[in-house]
């Protein structure tokens, strides 16, 4: 018998039709939306809690604590409440309002940092938190679980669905659990595959994809685990959104348009190819944001 946790994963892959622009590169869409939380942070959750249970991390009277910029953040609120252990998700004031909810909903404690400290304030004021005792910290940002998740369960998936034939990876960089974890494996069974990295322009504001600070720069990446990093405006990223919608009918957040984006403009120096992209979320996470509006 079936639970919830057993669809985390196996999430389906698309050919895009109509926003390719290379008619010798495929580029697919791999919809991580379809997970039951509604993103690709599913995997990452259900790796980190089910690991700090397993080495006994979570005891009696110990709750969880977690900065997110949201996705995170309903995929820990889910899954906490399934293994029946308290959490308490800190994230900036600006963060959308269903996101809020959603976590709420799970039966989350969220608490909301002033939205001009960004990420950076929310993470500090969950390690002042963890310091005053009673809470434990997942840390995505410098938890192996985190890119293991992905390590055993997105790159195979990756491999095995395009038949051994994906040549380039394209992920948006924010924890970077993602794109560390199918980079380890993809360069394992094929090492001439190329991983690439979104990061935004300087000024650019795309939820899910960050250029960090170098004092926050999150402890699970590794550099040379990217091949190449491409920068990707805020315009750029909200127009391959709408686009992806009205298009193709994937309906996703920005940073997945910004994905997109930097796979589109790969494929024009490509001669031929199989680029895969990750689609990290569903669209209504942002019906109360500018994102889908005129």
């Not at 109509?18 to 495929?26: F, G, K, L, Q």
């Not at 004092?215 to 709408?242: C, G, H, N, Q, W």
């Not at 997109?260 to 992209?277: D, F, M």
Request: net charge neutral; aromatic share 6%; charged share 25%.
């Amino acid at each position: 018998m079936k639970t919830v946790l057993d669809l985390v994963g196996n999430t389906p892959m698309v050919a895009l039709q109509r926003i390719p622009e290379n008619p010798n590169v495929t580029i697919y869409a791999k919809l991580e939306g379809t997970n039951p939380g509604g993103s690709v942070k599913d995997r990452a959750a259900f790796g980190m809690i089910k690991g700090a249970l397993d080495r006994g991390e979570i005891k009696p009277g110990i709750k969880l604590i977690e900065a997110t910029s949201g996705n995170t953040g309903i995929a820990l609120a889910m899954i906490a409440n399934l293994f029946s252990v308290e959490i308490e998700l800190v994230m900036p004031e600006d963060a959308t309002r269903e996101r809020v909810l959603t976590m709420e909903a799970f039966g989350a404690k969220v608490v909301l940092t002033p939205k001009e400290q960004s990420m950076e304030g929310a993470i500090d004021y969950a390690h002042a938190q963890v310091a005053k005792g009673g809470y434990h910290m997942l840390n995505q940002f410098a938890n192996p679980d985190n890119y293991g998740m992905h390590y055993r369960t997105t790159g195979p998936e990756i491999w095995r669905d395009t038949g051994k034939s994906v040549t380039h990876f394209v992920s948006a960089m924010g924890t970077t659990g993602t794109i560390m974890g199918v980079s380890r494996y993809l360069k394992e069974v094929n090492p001439s595959i190329q991983i690439v990295g979104c990061q935004p322009t300087e000024g650019s504001k795309i939820p899910g994809i960050r250029k960090w600070p170098e004092a926050y720069l999150p402890k699970i990446f590794d550099r040379e685990r990217v091949d190449r990093t491409m920068d990707i405006s805020e315009a750029e990223a909200r127009e391959m959104t709408r686009r992806l919608a009205k298009e193709e009918a994937v309906f996703c957040g920005m940073s997945s348009g910004g994905a997109v984006a930097a796979a589109v403009r790969l494929s024009r120096e490509l001669k031929h190819g199989v680029i895969v992209c990750i689609i990290c979320d569903r669209g209504d996470r942002y019906l109360s944001s500018d994102l889908f509006g005129e």
